[in-house]
């Protein structure tokens, strides 16, 4: 053999077993992997990406499926549950694991872990590491983005008005109706005090929850804030989630006249042409405004985390003033709850594939996961990767090098470090029938309030009775007994 | 015409072979039934099947397992909540107490129907008729008080108002318009061929892609039209925060989209007019209307009636425009049933997206054929008298 021919041989062999300690050139070929998630660039994009990198260095076939948003979850459930497995990997929610865990259909991935080196779970921040991957205690997911809802306003805007950014609710809305119609993007046309999604059957039901959660959950995440997790008693019809519905109205008096029918795609689209002065979003927005279309707000788009100074007292059902005792996690007297919102992004293997597209399912998976392609990722926000790894929020250096000035960068990584070492941080659900709960019956009955179809009694009233359906047709010890694994034992 | 009795085999004879027929007779007598076979099969295959089957998803519970679908009967069950459980808001409407003006529609609406089956029984109709009177009248009845509880007494309408909005509504817009763009093309004027497949186009295109454009049209913030709505006024009306506006955008969406279909069928059915018919009307004085009226119309009168039936059939399955334009919002407002079965079906709630969806077929199968048997008929037969 051709000495050169040897040379590009040895150190493919070395890059190819460098990918993992399982995964070596050639090893996956002839094997095809179909991957499902979300319509590109965001997300699939990314997965499609990475994807021709380890086509090259493995010899395996990534065929990524893109189905809308709505659909991810009914399609990956049926077709492994009608034995179609026509899926080998779901791209998806990590919450929304755990319903196909519980009907035996998710492969556990402790012992690709164990023989993973490159991996580094360790790296992944504790509340991605342990609530969102696993499932009943084994690693069933694989974090490839860390999600949770944070408020962004804009520094320029609001050192331009001597506003301080806000810390509660209450000076959201004072904030959003101070600067509402103020030209922001420079161009003459009237801004918007706040912009979030709240088309129905969107994300507007995440939007409500990282509201109520500030209001409602106090003792930290087991608590919960949807359910009683003990009795699995919808804890939606009191006056701290009214408190919520009612606040969420009133910022749409300072949003677009449209809002109503906006989703996330068109309030970055908004934001980003400079026209919001404040807004509820995940992590992209950081990276988001360093991209070309978004020159106008470039190094202006700063984070916080927002909370409430009124929580709920469980026992009477009314709202009281923070205190030590009623909110003992509360900071300055502000009661804060990060919601995780989705959870992330998160890969996860069909039980049924073959064994050997399952290990190169979860090679792509670790691939994807690990700190080089992950640092890199996370921060262009066009992936709509987020952090979630504690290399990604130890030093301002990645946030730098990727555009943001230093001040930027500093606000950026803290918020999400407090965010993500808050004890109180608040989960999504992570229970079978999640998508149920609060996809569908809290989504369409928030929009039918925002629309003023009924009031906001009506809503909670309906939330409550059609949560406890859900319960009742899953079972009630069952889900009691998934709310245990996913959030840990009832406070 | 074959003599069967001399070219009949001896020896075994095919079951229902008649004494003395051959096979090839035999074959010849039911090649009807053999030719239309594999269609009748495949219909049955793929269309009425799978019909049966849903069935059993809209009396079951479905669960999701790693060994396939579990099913738990629940009976009627899906469908009792869609009229009185939590779904009742969402199917039919809300109700609290019924206006005044409700009473009196439900009023004269119920004397209406009780004066069209007394002449019924008067007229001497059959038992099968009558029983058909009885189904489409307790359809109108249920409609009307339906009406009467939400709009007219100042409550939301569920899905169900919703997509007879849409049939309505929307293909009496459409006929109107359509048949007055054939009557239009139909004339000697210049450039009408360029005008009949200008107004054929909007056909041709996907309901996504008509959805799609018309949500960026009408988007008053961002989209390529905003500084048009600015200028006439309209850059801070949010249309699809509306109930009302959202409904007409849909219909508007859903009319520049149909039209074409009322318009070249009917133009078709114009140009088959006699010309000496309307000649002879014209030199008799008649004007244009009384020609259009007393000739015209009764001619396309047959064409009409079936484009409005084929029409109206398409309507009750109204999903693109509303999911991409509104999502359904807001609230519930532009919801079609389709795509209230579709949300249900998305949220893996099998047995009561089904349950819709048959409730869907029933209100169909019924608005249809009454309109079928109580309109087009009676028209068609009027028009040959």
Redesign the interface.
Known sequence: MDIRKLAVAAASAVALCGLSDVACAGQYDGVTINILTRPGPVIAGAVSQRGKEFEKLTGAKIIVNEVPY??I??KV??D????TNSIDVAVFAAGWGV?LAA???LENLDPYIAKDGKIDVQDIAPYFREFAQKIGGHTMVIQVDGDFQMVYYRKDVLEKNNLQPPKTWDDYLAIAKAINGQDMSGDGKPGYGSCIFK????QSYFAIQTIASTIVQTQGTAQGFQFDNATMKPLINNAGWKKAFELYKETSKYG??????M?IG?TR??FK?GRCGLLIEWGDPGPLQLEDDAKGIKNKLYATNVGSKEVLDRKTGKLVPVSKETAPYAIDGINYAPFSAFGGWGGAVN??SDPKVKQAAYDFLSYISQKEQSNVDVTMGWTGFNPYRLSQLKSTDLWVKSGMDEGLAKNYMGAINDALNNPNMASDLKIPGA??YT??VLD?EL????????TVDEALK?IE??WD?ITK?FGSDEQIKQMALAVGPAK | MSDGTATSQPGISPAGLSQGESWGEWLDRHSRTFFIAPAVTLVLLFAILPTFYTVVFAIS?V????T??KFRMVWLENFAAQFTG?QQ??FLG?FTSMSIAGWLFTAVIAGALLWWLYRAVAGGASWVGLAGRLISAAMAMFIALLFAATLLSGN?WGTLLNTLFYVVVGCSIQFVIGLMLAFLCSQPIIGKNFFRVLFFIPLMITPLGVGYAFKMIL????GPFQPFWQFVGLG??????D?WAARWFVILGDSWQWIPFIFIVLLAALENVPKDHVEAAQVDGASSFQIFREITWPQILPVAATVMLIRMIEAFKIVDLPNIM????????TESMTLHSL?L?????MGDSAAVAYLLLILTVVVCSSFFNYVVVKRLRKARA
């Open positions: 709505a659909e979850f009914p459930q049926q492994w549950s009608t034995g319903e009907a035996g259909l088309k129905r059957n969107a677009p006249p449209e809002e109503l029918n989703d068109d689209a908004l042409s039980a049924k998508q149920q996809g569908v369409t929009a039918r309030y925002m629309a003023g179809e009924i309906n009775a059609g359906k047709d | 519970h669960r999701f397992s790693a396939g679908l939590n808001v969402h809300r939301q988007d008053v913030t961002k801070n009306w949010a249309w699809s925060t109930a509104t999502s359904g919002g807001p609230g519930i407002a949300f079906w998305r949220a893996n709630n």
